[in-house]
Nanobody, 115 residues
């Protein structure tokens, strides 16, 4: 496991944008998959987006077309660009990194979208 630190969360009005960043203390190239989960108060944890080591991406239907996940192996970061934000996007967003059966979680960053 490596430490993952999320940043970039905050308060934004509906229709606005935020860019979340996930910084790893070590190389991210060894991970099979990196991605973002989110969890809203009183709701189940939801997979938002993933990106493989070959830059194949997956998006939840709820964010498809609005969010973009990317990785920078030289900077050891994974980002989530969030556009056209909706109040239902409000949640704590967690960066994750998976290698085989081991998954590392960041501490989360709060995203709040006002209506």
């Amino acid at each position: 496991q490596v430490p993952l630190v999320e940043s970039g969360g905050g308060l934004v009005q509906a229709g606005g944008s935020l860019r979340l960043s996930c910084a790893a203390s070590g190389s991210i190239s060894k991970y099979n998959l990196m991605g973002w989960y989110r969890q809203a108060p009183g709701k189940q944890r939801e997979l938002v987006a993933t990106i493989t080591s070959s830059d194949n991406t997956y998006y939840a239907n709820s964010v498809k077309g609005r969010f973009t996940i990317s990785r920078d192996n030289t900077k050891n970061t994974v980002s989530l660009e969030m556009n056209s934000l909706k109040p239902e996007d409000t949640a704590v967003y967690y960066c994750t990194a998976r290698q085989l059966f081991v998954t590392t979680w960041g501490q989360g960053t709060q995203v709040t979208v006002s209506s």
